[in-house]
């Protein structure tokens, strides 16, 4: 099986090691990853700032880049649902449509790949730490997805989970929104960080590095201790060789 691993611009520009990580974790059950370079920004910023039409040409490269991917699996949630609603803005489009379905039923956010397509849930890491997981609001609401990284989590060694209060809440990023509304951004963040603190976590995961950045940036300007990894860290995170099988469908 061959994938194209979609970075997201967060974790290609200051979280490199979290692609690493996706890259690790996805060749140790025999899925080949390849890069293609050409692509660039999922175009959300500017699609959720209005910008429909200055966003068209994002998009199409986005197309172009991924035209030939068996599957597509990405960095972060949010981005992954980005890419999976080019499909509506080129639906009165002739010549990118079809494209666009093609791109939106194979692309995956990593963990869904992980637990649904290759049908995983131990992947041999231990993690002997007590955590918490931020459920990211575009990964939850649109994407839909409230499984997959708890059921791998669920099976990582040493692993003591704690579930945020309020998990459903908004961290306060949301991309532009923090910048257009930095007061209501950081009164939500304030709030995420004391539900946090009130589970007692060492480790705060997320399938998105850029609210783990809103996040972690709060806890350090507060002089809050917290480590933030993303799922894919976690999840290549001292393996046992022997717990890892490689799945069939990996090697058709």
Avoid: W
């Amino acid at each position: 099986m061959k994938v194209s691993l979609f970075t997201s611009c967060v974790v290609d520009a200051l979280f490199p090691n979290v692609s690493i990580a996706i890259v690790e974790v996805l060749e140790r059950f025999g899925v080949e990853v390849v890069y293609p370079e050409n692509q660039v920004c999922c175009g959300q910023p500017t699609l959720n700032s209005g910008y429909r039409e200055e966003s068209r040409k994002v998009l199409i490269n986005q197309l172009e880049a991924f035209k030939d991917a068996d599957y597509v699996v990405g960095a972060a949630g949010s981005c992954t649902a980005s890419m999976r609603e080019y499909a509506e803005f080129f639906k009165d489009d002739p010549i990118y449509y079809e494209e666009a379905v093609k791109l939106h039923d194979k692309t995956y956010e990593f963990t869904q790949f992980l637990y649904h397509v290759l049908g995983l849930k131990d992947v041999g890491a231990t993690l002997n730490k007590k955590v918490t997981y931020h459920r990211s609001c575009h990964m939850t609401r649109l994407l839909g997805e409230r499984e997959s990284p708890f059921e791998l989590m669920k099976y990582v060694k040493g692993l003591e989970y704690v579930e945020i209060p309020h998990i459903e809440n908004c961290c306060g990023f949301g991309g532009t929104f923090s910048v257009k509304e930095p007061i209501i951004s950081n009164a939500m963040v304030t709030e995420k960080m004391n539900d946090i603190i009130d589970t007692g976590a060492e480790v705060l995961i997320s399938a998105d590095m850029a609210c783990l950045m809103n996040i972690g940036g709060k806890f350090n300007r507060e002089g809050q201790p917290i480590t933030i990894m993303h799922i894919a860290e976690v999840l290549n995170h001292d393996i046992d060789p022997t717990r890892v099988t490689i799945p069939k469908k990996a090697l058709a």
